[in-house]
Nanobody, 126 residues
Framework: QVQLVESGGGLVQTGGSLNLSCAAS????????MGWFRQAPGRERAFVTA????????IYTDSVKGRFTISRDKAKNTLYLQMNSLTPEDTATYYC???????????????????WGQGTQVTVSS
């Protein structure tokens, strides 16, 4: 199991940027596909982006393509989500997650992920 702690959320105006971080510990971070999900008020948690275990493939939900970038620094055991051109529709609690099994490929399915952080709030004002 991987333990995850997100940070970097906050309040930003429309068009602004935020860079979320997710510090991982407890297991071999570099062996796991990782992802970000988000949950807006009154809505179910939804896939945002994922990166496979060897960083060769990244996938994004359509609404964030070209604006969000997922990356990781294996030396620092940290996953990142750079978010640009933010809109009020991006307001949500953002969750970092690690794949249920090591050496997995990217997937938008929540059931493929087994470890979750506590979430960090992102609020975009209009």
């Amino acid at each position: 199991q991987v333990q995850l702690v997100e940070s970097g959320g906050g309040l930003v105006q429309t068009g602004g940027s935020l860079n979320l971080s997710c510090a991982a510990s407890g297991s071999s971070f570099s062996r796991y596909a990782m992802g970000w999900f988000r949950q807006a008020p009154g809505r179910e948690r939804a896939f945002v982006t994922a990166i496979d275990w060897n960083d060769r493939r990244k996938i994004y939900t359509d609404s964030v393509k070209g604006r969000f970038t997922i990356s990781r620094d294996k030396a620092k055991n940290t996953l990142y989500l750079q978010m640009n051109s933010l809109t009020p529709e991006d307001t949500a609690t953002y969750y970092c997650t690690a794949a249920r099994y090591p050496y997995g490929v990217t997937s938008p399915r929540e059931t493929e992920f087994g470890s979750w952080g506590q979430g960090t709030q992102v609020t975009v004002s209009s």
